[in-house]
């Protein structure tokens, strides 16, 4: 009976816009290539950072579409084209 080999499906990594998330997207990307693996890369900021920034009366964020699609142009436009 043969037995298949395979490799991991789907590789999950944190960016941020740091140099170091820069760096892990980049070596995930590697990593799935040799797999034939998924990539999702998932886009994060530190929310207490940006409320204290903001004074702490704003609504957060994420329910504003367009700081959403903002998010999304950025993260598609210089992390998803590695």
Partial sequence: MATETRGIAR????????E????????AI????GMH???VAVYAIDMR???ASAGGAVPPP???PEWRAEM???FEDR????
């Avoid at 590789?11 to 740091?18: E, L, M, P, Q, R």
């Avoid at 170091?20 to 070596?27: E, I, M, P, T």
């Fill in 37 to 39: 693996s998924e990539v």
């Fill in 20 to 27: 170091h998330s820069g760096f892990a997207l980049k070596w």
């Fill in 79 to 82: 992390w998803c084209n590695h």
């Fill in 72 to 74: 999304q142009s950025e």
């Fill in 49 to 51: 950072v940006w409320y």
């Fill in 62 to 64: 994420q329910f504003d």
């Fill in 30 to 33: 590697r990593m799935a290539r």
């Fill in 11 to 18: 590789i999950v990594v944190g960016v941020d816009g740091s």
